[in-house]
């Protein structure tokens, strides 16, 4: 069974940081993106942050220069640091993985439980 756990919300005043965290469990044959979305009381959920199998990143318009993608294939593990927050960045952030189970089974998409950010004075 695959689980994506999320580590690292919080509270935060505006203009601060956290890093977020996401750790796989389970057997994956490939991952084919990793990523981060959020979502915000009364709408939908959007990317954040994308990582492709070859390291490339690609970041929501609102985040750019602000937010940086990476992750450590040896702890299975994704981060999400996030600098110079600001209020609307408030929301729920999900971890999401896109992989195969098996060769012939997917691609699915896994989803960790969310960690709440606040940004607030």
């Known amino acids: 069974q695959v689980q994506l756990v999320e580590s690292g919300g919080g509270l935060v005043q505006p203009g601060g940081s956290l890093r977020l965290s996401c750790t796989t469990s389970?057997?994956?044959?490939?991952?084919?993106?990793m990523a981060w979305y959020r979502q915000a009381p009364g709408k939908q959920r959007d990317l954040v942050a994308l990582l492709d199998r070859g390291g490339s990143a690609n970041y929501a318009d609102s985040v750019k220069g602000r937010f940086t993608i990476s992750r450590d294939n040896a702890k299975n593990t994704v981060y999400l640091q996030m600098t110079n927050l600001k209020p609307e960045d408030t929301a729920v952030y999900y971890c999401?993985?896109?992989?195969?189970?098996?060769?012939?089974?997917?691609?699915?998409?896994?989803w960790g439980q969310g960690t709440q950010v606040t940004v607030s004075s």
């Open positions: 999401n993985s896109r992989a195969l189970l098996t060769i012939r089974e997917g691609p699915y998409d896994y």
């Open positions: 389970g057997t994956i044959f490939q991952v084919y993106t």
